[in-house]
T-cell receptor
């Protein structure tokens, strides 16, 4: 799996958009960008993934740069319940091996 | 959607005793499950890969005789922490990848087990 770099922590005001960056400059052509989050004392939860096109679902949007060396997860209207650690993981989609977690970004949504 | 159930969610045990943690895939079969450990304010670290019908594969530095893994069926993997000590206190999480949609959306995780050894 390609290595990723994320800021250690970020703050966001409730109701505002939260933009979480991730650098993955060594990403390979067949590797996808996955985002998971972990709310305190819970297991990680899948959010979204993408290859090169921007993606959107009910939880978030994923913006991937044209060179695919970085991406941004966007929570359009952050709520207090979005406070969590967000993990950016780059890997081949159908790989059967485990997920490798980096340090992630601790997002604190403040009222 | 695919659900992985983990039990218990919280356990306190005395030093020297053993604790069993169960991980079940509720609506799919999982030939492979993964066990992670997470210390406070740290990321998840893979401990072992549990394989149905065969021996688990342990990561470097994880004692296989201390952390016994049994994957006797396609829906159940258990992790037993034997002769637990306070330094084993941690958050233990299992995960599995559902077939079909799991190949697209990735892994499903249990809710975790908070183990406290006193």
């Amino acid at each position: 799996d390609a290595k990723t770099t994320q800021p250690t922590s970020m703050d966001c005001a409730e109701g505002r958009a939260a933009n979480l960056p991730c650098n993955h400059s060594t990403i390979s052509g067949n590797e996808y960008v996955y985002w998971y989050r972990q709310i305190h004392s819970q297991g990680p939860q899948y959010i979204i993934h993408g290859l090169k096109n921007n993606e959107t679902n009910e939880m978030a949007s994923l913006i991937i740069t044209e060179d695919r060396k970085s991406s941004t997860l966007i929570l359009p209207h952050a709520t207090l319940r979005d406070t969590a650690v967000y993990y950016c993981i780059v890997r081949v989609r159908n790989a059967g091996n485990m997920l490798t977690f980096g340090g992630g970004t601790r997002l604190m949504v403040k009222p | 959607g695919a659900v992985v159930s983990q039990h218990p969610s919280r356990v306190i045990c005395k030093s020297g005793t053993s604790v069993k943690i169960e991980c079940r895939s509720l609506d799919f079969q999982a030939t492979t499950m993964f066990w992670y450990r997470q210390f406070p304010k740290q990321s998840l670290m893979l401990m072992a890969t549990s394989n149905e019908g065969s021996k688990a594969t342990y990561e470097q530095g994880v004692e296989k005789d201390k952390f016994l893994i049994n994957h006797a069926s396609l829906t159940l993997s258990t992790l037993t922490v034997t002769s637990a000590h306070p330094e084993d206190s941690s958050f233990y999480i299992c995960s599995a990848r559902p077939p079909g949609t799991g190949e697209v959306y990735g892994y499903t995780f249990g809710s975790g087990t908070r183990l406290t050894v006193v």
